[in-house]
């Protein structure tokens, strides 16, 4: 009982500090001095690249967010497994859902009672953790991006975007640990392998639905209808031997000043999606070469690869949480693997082992980034495009030129704006 004490103690302590840790980065006096800063990045004599001012200041909060998160949310979870707290909470929804323990005029047969309990474990323990995170969301999310001029919400619509991002992780969440515990029970055994064969399922389904069921959630989507830009995209798209005949745009300027686009789907159902700000104040040229990036992607069936390795690591993962859960199942206290008193546990292995990844997941995106920057200076032969491209999205979207070589291979899922503009000054047009 002596060890619970002091888990329970440690979890107390990490709550704390998760929900007051917005307080000193708002006393630190970096984001209210940041409205006075200058966004213009500046070339050194030598011809290198230095960031910003304004992006300086902002990766100085950035990056400390990043590492606390990394470190607080396994922290919290594992704490409140070894406190007791999985136990606690499983035992108190099994006492107020009627069952065989009780007796009662509606009873549920063992298995769906049980899956019920699973469900509503799930809900509770998200919603609880999205509001022990709300004053570091919202700091992150409101204050800090009004303060450097990324946002364009209001509060109430920032609300409102975070009670529908709730929605959708209960829904989805609800789902797939439901569906874990009801195979950890229906396969005791050899869980893992359907288990991965519906989480891949899963993901290929979600990747082809999310433009069309979630996107809209939160933007207005609707096809490019500037008709200048589109004839010079399907003339590229056909240079490039592709059949793009949609480009989409979305409108990001109601919540934010940073631009971007995105290319997603595979087998048919393939988008390019454009912020409206990667748009207007953009020449034609540039807006080229970002869809020639995105076309990159396309041409290299990025999206399609990076759903099957990501799914085969994480078949890999689901062999690993079985050895742990067989190993530790008594030492947490639990009735066996498929008690869903353990779910803190699995979800705090589940996050350092995707911490642990983060660099070899980089890397790989990071090579397939360059794969498409290369295929846009290809297909449309503009270097000096690309260059004015990525020096104004540096400005725009207040992005550090440059960093360590740890920080690059931890968080960078992109090259720095440095390399992608170096790459484009040494390119020789063919
Ligand atoms: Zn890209």
């Not at 991006?145 to 509060?155: E, P, W």
């Not at 409108?251 to 995105?262: L, P």
């Not at 498929?338 to 997941?361: E, K």
Request: glycine residues 8%; contains cysteine.
């Amino acid at each position: 009982m002596g060890h619970g004490r002091i888990w329970n103690w440690l979890c107390i302590i990490t709550l704390v500090i998760i929900i007051l840790s917005p307080l000193p980065y708002e006393w630190s006096g970096i984001g209210q001095a940041a409205r006075g800063l200058s966004v213009e990045i500046s070339r050194q004599p030598d011809g290198t690249l230095a960031s910003s001012p304004k992006a300086e200041a902002l990766h100085r909060l950035g990056l400390p967010l990043r590492l606390q998160s990394l470190l607080l949310y396994p922290l919290l979870l594992i704490s409140f497994q070894l406190g007791g707290g999985g136990l606690g909470l499983r035992r108190w929804l099994e006492g107020r859902i009627p069952g065989k323990a009780r007796a009662s005029s509606v009873r549920l047969p063992g298995i769906w009672r049980e899956l019920l309990v699973v469900m509503l474990f799930v809900l509770v323990l998200d919603i609880a953790l999205a509001l022990i995170y709300l004053p570091l969301d919202s700091y992150r999310g409101l204050v800090l991006a009004r303060q450097f001029g990324l946002s364009t919400q209001t509060g109430p619509g920032w609300a409102g975007d975070w009670i529908k991002n709730l929605l959708l992780a209960l829904v989805i969440d609800g789902l797939v640990w439901t569906g874990f515990y009801a195979l950890l029970r229906l396969f005791p055994c050899r869980w893992p392998i359907p288990a991965g064969a519906l989480l891949m399922l899963a993901a290929a389904a979600f990747t082809l639905l999310a433009p069309v069921l979630i996107t809209p959630l939160f933007y207005q989507v609707r096809p490019l209808d500037d008709q200048a830009v589109r004839a010079r995209i399907l003339a590229l798209a056909e240079r490039a031997g592709m059949s793009v005949d949609e480009v989409y745009v979305i409108d990001a300027s109601v919540k934010t000043t940073a631009a971007n686009a995105y290319f997603t789907g595979f087998g048919g159902a393939q988008r390019i999606v454009l912020y409206d700000t990667q748009l207007s104040g953009y020449t034609p040229d540039q807006v080229e070469v970002v869809l020639a990036h995105e076309m990159g992607h396309w041409t290299y069936h990025h999206v399609l690869l990076g759903l099957l390795g990501a799914g085969a690591a994480a078949w890999i993962g689901l062999f690993g949480l079985r050895w742990l859960l067989d190993r530790n199942w008594r030492r947490l206290g639990l009735r066996g693997p498929a008690d869903v008193a353990g779910l803190p546990y699995l979800l705090a292995v589940v996050a350092v082992l995707t911490t642990l990844s983060l660099p070899f997941q980089n890397a790989l995106s990071r090579y397939g980034e360059r794969q498409a920057d290369c295929f846009a200076l290809r297909l449309s032969q503009r270097p000096q495009a690309f260059v004015e491209l990525f020096e104004r999205l540096a400005v725009q979207n207040l992005a550090v030129v440059d960093a360590p070589a740890w920080e690059k291979r931890v968080f960078y899922t992109h090259p720095p704006i440095a390399e992608r503009i170096k790459m484009a000054e040494t390119w020789e047009t063919e």
